[in-house]
Nanobody
Framework: QVQLVESGGGLVQAGGSLRLSCAFSGRTFSNYAMGWFRQAPGKERDFVAAISERGSSTYYTDSVKGRFTVSRDNAKNTVYLQMNNLKPEDTAVYYC????????????????WGQGTQVTVSS
């Protein structure tokens, strides 16, 4: 059975940094691309970043390019999201997901999700 557990969220001032982790339990973590999405109150769950199966390719939404970095450690079955220079508009619940197939940018491409971790950026 696949389980994803996010951690590392919290309250931070604008300009600060956080590192999110997503621990994957189950077999064959390295066979799947992984993604990070976020959902602000009253809004849809939107794509933030994704990483290919071996970590050789990464993808970002425009608003986080140059500030966020996605990485993975296949030996530890974990994917990370390093978030620097955080802004109040980054405030959301952040979710990691396992991409089953299809576009990395679409929610419908992911079949398993974690429970989410809250990130709050104060101005």
């Amino acid at each position: 059975q696949v389980q994803l557990v996010e951690s590392g969220g919290g309250l931070v001032q604008a300009g600060g940094s956080l590192r999110l982790s997503c621990a994957f339990s189950g077999r064959t973590f390295s066979n799947y691309a992984m993604g990070w999405f976020r959902q602000a109150p009253g809004k849809e769950r939107d794509f933030v970043a994704a990483i290919s199966e071996r970590g050789s390719s990464t993808y970002y939404t425009d608003s986080v390019k140059g500030r966020f970095t996605v990485s993975r450690d296949n030996a530890k079955n974990t994917v990370y999201l390093q978030m620097n220079n955080l802004k109040p508009e980054d405030t959301a619940v952040y979710y990691c997901g396992r991409r089953l197939g299809g576009s990395l940018y679409l929610r419908s491409s992911y079949d398993y999700w974690g429970q989410g971790t809250q990130v709050t950026v104060s101005s």
